[in-house]
């Protein structure tokens, strides 16, 4: 299967079946991608990563992609300020390709009780496919 599909096929089930937000989901598909274990602890640490609790502020798609770099970077002997370096990359990046950082930026509307379930599913996809390309290029 390709990665373009995989990814497609990962975010949905995080989403819809393990119920997981958008930086779990993000940490979940890349160490699937990259076969890269993550401690169990950053699965607890990303819970309140969807926009600082549903609160409208950095994406979690960008902090859990933030993560994954960091520890992808980490394992491949990058150095902390080359790490730093790499997310800052990541982050413009980022905003370039989607035109924000948080989600007031890409979910206009907020936080709905009226939200269908995982309104984000196919930005998801997309900054999951941005990720990997920018990870694939580290190597």
């Not at 990665?3 to 937000?21: F, K």
């Not at 160490?31 to 990303?46: E, G």
């Amino acid at each position: 299967m390709d990665a373009q599909r995989e990814i497609a096929e990962l975010v949905h089930s995080c989403y819809w079946d393990r119920d997981i937000n958008c930086a779990r989901t993000t940490l979940y598909c890349m160490s699937r991608l990259f076969n890269q274990p993550l401690d169990p602890q950053l699965d607890h640490a990303a819970i309140g990563l969807n926009g600082a609790g549903r609160m409208g502020c950095q994406c979690g798609l960008l902090e859990g992609g933030l993560l994954f770099l960091g520890i992808r970077a980490a394992s491949l002997g990058r150095t902390d300020k080359e790490i730093c370096s790499l997310c800052g990359r990541y982050a413009a990046a980022f905003r370039q390709r989607f035109g924000g950082v948080d989600c007031q930026t890409l979910r206009p509307g907020g936080f709905q009780k009226s939200d269908p379930p995982h309104l984000c599913e196919n930005l998801t996809v997309e900054a999951v496919r941005l990720l990997h390309a920018f990870v694939t290029d580290l190597r």
